[in-house]
C-alpha cells in the first residue's frame, strides 16, 4: 500500500473501498444466498374476451411472483377477411382500457392502458428493446392479407405491476408472496374495439370479441422453501418492507384544453397524493387523432417549450424545447418511441407512416442508475402535500384540441404483515 501511495497520490487523497481489479474477491464478487428457480409456466384464460369487458384473474400465493405478459389474439374478420379495417403498431397495448392490481387484501388500484404502456417503454434499457416491446404489442395491420395472418392478429403484451419492471438492469426483485393469505388479483379491463379498429365506409365488421386472451405468469421459487420469511417468521407479529423497483404511480389525470393563437397553455394540475414526489410524466394527445373514421391511438406530440413548478418554484423550464436532451442525459434511452400513423387516402386502403412519438419526463430526484438486476435504490425527491403544481408551456400547433395526460411517481413501499401488503409513501 505506502508503494502505491508513494506512486500515485490519488490513491492517498481520494476516499473509497480499495477493490481488486486482477483477482476475484469479496469485494467485487457476489453470490446468491438462497437458491431460486424460474418458470412461467402458469397460464390463466380471460374470463371475458368481448369488446368493452372486464376480467378477473389470480396469482395464488406461491413463493415470488415475477414478470405478468399478456397473450391476445384478434379473430380474422367476417367478410371480406379485413377489407377496410386497420390497427396501428402496438394495437394490444390500445385494446386494454385499464388495469387494477390488489395484492393480498390491500386496496384495488388502477393504472389505464396508455400508463402501462408509456411506463413500459420508459423503462426499458435500450431503444431497441424499447421498439420491440411495442412491435410484440401488435404489428400494424392495413389489409386483409395482413389480417389473415395469425402472427399479425396476435400481440404480446406486458403489464407494468408495482413490483415488475421491464428492465434486467436495475430489474425488479419478484414480489414474496409467501407472506399473503389471499391471492393476486388483477383486473382487466378492454375497450370499445371500435375506438380502436379503423374501419372506413364499405368495411367488414369489426370484430366484437377477441379469439384468445390469457395471462402468463412468471414466479421464482425457493429450492428450499424453509428459507422463505414466512417459514422462518410469524408474519402476524412480524413486517416485511418490499420496496418497490421504481415507484407508486396512480391512476393517470386527463386535463383537456385548446392551445391559444400562439400555442400556449397553462394548467394546474390535480389529483397528486400526499409523499415523495419522485417524477411526473406527461404526454399529450389530439382528441381529432381518434374521433373519425381512422383511429390514431398512442400518439402523442412534444410540446414547444414547457415549464413546471410547485408553490412557484420552478423545477423544469423549457423555452425552446431543451428539455429534450435534458430527457436524453438524464435517461439510459429517450422518452420517444417510432409509432404508427395510419391514413386512408384511398378507402378501402389504409397506409402506416412512422412517426414519432414522445413523452415528457419531469425529473425531481437527482439521476441515479442502477447498474444490477435485482436492486433497488432510494433517491428522494420533492415532499407534497396540498401542494401547487402548474404546468404551461406552448403546443406546435396553434387553436387546436389536446390532451394533457399526467401520472404522478411517488416513492414507495409495501410493509407485508398479518397477510396483506398496503403501499406505505
Avoid at 336 to 361: H, N, R
Wanted: with cysteine.
Amino acid at each position: 500500500m505506502q508503494a502505491e501511495i508513494a506512486l500515485n497520490v490519488q490513491q492517498s487523497i481520494r476516499p473509497g473501498e480499495c477493490i481488486d481489479t486482477f483477482y476475484a474477491g469479496k469485494e467485487n464478487s457476489m453470490k446468491q444466498c438462497h437458491a431460486t428457480v424460474t418458470d412461467n409456466r402458469f397460464f390463466q384464460g380471460l374470463q371475458s374476451l368481448s369488446s368493452n369487458s372486464s376480467s378477473t384473474v389470480t396469482f395464488n400465493p406461491n413463493e415470488g411472483l415475477a414478470e405478468v405478459l399478456l397473450a391476445l389474439q384478434l379473430p380474422q374478420p367476417s367478410g371480406g377477411g379485413g377489407v377496410g379495417l386497420a390497427v396501428p403498431l402496438g394495437w394490444g397495448y390500445n385494446l386494454i382500457r385499464r388495469i387494477g392490481y390488489r395484492y393480498g387484501s390491500s386496496q384495488l388500484y388502477y393504472i389505464t392502458g396508455a400508463q402501462n404502456l408509456v411506463q413500459t417503454l420508459s423503462l426499458c434499457e435500450d431503444s431497441g428493446k424499447k421498439q420491440q416491446i411495442l412491435f410484440l404489442g401488435g404489428q400494424a395491420m392495413t389489409s386483409a392479407a395482413d389480417w389473415a395472418d395469425p402472427v399479425k392478429r396476435t400481440c404480446y403484451v406486458y403489464l407494468r405491476l408495482p413490483h415488475s419492471s421491464p428492465a434486467l438492469s436495475g430489474g425488479a426483485l419478484p414480489f414474496p408472496s409467501d407472506v399473503l393469505t389471499a391471492p393476486v388479483q388483477l383486473q382487466i379491463d378492454l375497450n370499445d374495439f371500435t375506438q380502436i379498429i379503423s374501419a372506413v365506409a364499405g368495411s367488414d365488421p369489426v370484430p366484437t370479441a377477441l379469439s384468445s386472451g390469457t395471462v402468463n405468469f412468471t414466479q421464482v421459487t425457493m429450492q428450499d422453501a424453509g428459507d422463505l420469511v414466512a417459514r422462518r417468521f410469524d408474519m402476524s407479529k412480524h413486517a416485511l418492507t418490499i420496496p418497490l423497483p421504481e415507484g407508486w404511480t396512480q391512476e393517470e389525470v386527463q386535463f383537456p384544453f385548446t392551445s391559444g393563437a400562439d400555442g400556449g397553455f397553462s394548467l394546474s394540475l390535480t389529483g397528486c397524493k400526499a409523499g415523495d414526489l419522485k417524477k411526473l410524466r406527461v404526454w399529450f394527445t389530439a382528441p381529432g387523432d381518434t374521433s373519425g373514421t381512422v383511429k390514431n391511438s398512442g400518439i402523442y406530440y412534444p410540446p414547444a417549450s414547457i415549464r413546471f413548478a410547485i408553490n412557484g418554484l420552478i423545477y423544469l423550464d423549457s423555452q425552446s424545447g431543451s428539455y429534450l436532451l435534458t430527457n436524453v442525459l438524464r435517461r439510459r434511452v429517450p422518452p420517444t418511441v417510432t409509432a404508427s400513423q395510419l391514413a386512408s387516402p384511398a378507402p378501402p386502403a389504409f397506409t402506416a407512416t412512422p412517426v414519432a412519438s414522445t413523452w415528457v419526463e419531469i425529473d425531481l430526484a437527482q439521476p441515479y442508475a442502477i447498474g444490477n438486476s435485482q436492486e433497488v435504490a432510494l433517491i428522494h425527491g420533492v415532499p407534497v402535500m396540498n401542494s401547487v403544481l402548474n404546468l404551461t408551456g406552448n403546443m406546435p400547433v396553434p387553436a387546436q384540441a389536446y390532451v394533457c395526460h399526467v401520472e404522478y411517481v411517488l416513492n414507495c413501499s409495501w410493509m407485508a404483515s398479518r397477510g396483506s401488503a398496503e403501499f406505505v409513501f
